[in-house]
C-alpha cells in the first residue's frame, strides 16, 4: 500500500480556482494510477479523474471536463488537481487514491490507497 496525504482544499466562491495536492510514500509511486474521487453531502462517493502512471493518459467524468486537470509529478511523488471555473454543485470531501495498475479506471474498489480526504467548498 502507498500512503496518500491530500492538501489544498478549502472555501471558494463560484468561479474560483483551488488546487489539490496529493503527497504519496511508502511504495514507488511511478507504479500506480493515480485518482481522484470524492463524495458531496448526501451522496455516493463518485469518480472525477484518473491519470496513468506516466501522466500521459487521463480521463475525467464529464461534469468536469474542461474545468478540472489531474497531472501528476513523479519525481516529487506528487498528484494535483487543478480546479478552475468552481461550480457549487462541486462542493464535497475529494480523495486522492491509488492502485497498482496499468489501466484507468472509474471504479473505486480497484483502488487500494486512498487519502483521509480534504474539504472543498464552493459559495454561490
Known amino acids: 500500500q502507498v500512503h496518500l496525504v491530500e492538501s489544498g482544499g478549502g472555501l471558494v466562491q463560484a468561479g474560483g480556482s483551488l488546487r489539490l495536492s496529493c503527497a504519496a510514500s511508502g511504495r514507488t509511486f511511478s507504479d500506480y494510477v493515480m485518482g481522484w474521487f470524492r463524495r458531496a453531502p448526501g451522496k455516493e462517493r463518485e469518480f472525477v479523474t484518473a491519470i496513468s502512471r506516466s501522466g500521459g493518459d487521463t480521463e475525467y467524468t464529464d461534469s468536469v471536463k474542461g474545468r478540472f486537470s489531474i497531472f501528476r509529478d513523479n519525481a516529487k511523488n506528487t498528484v494535483y488537481l487543478q480546479m478552475n471555473s468552481l461550480k457549487p454543485e462541486d462542493t464535497a470531501v475529494y480523495y486522492c487514491?491509488?492502485?497498482?495498475?496499468?489501466?484507468?479506471?472509474?471504479?473505486?474498489?480497484?483502488?487500494?490507497?486512498w487519502g483521509q480526504g480534504t474539504q472543498v467548498t464552493v459559495s454561490s
Open positions: 487514491a491509488a492502485y497498482r495498475g496499468t489501466i484507468l479506471s472509474r471504479t473505486s474498489l480497484r483502488y487500494g490507497s
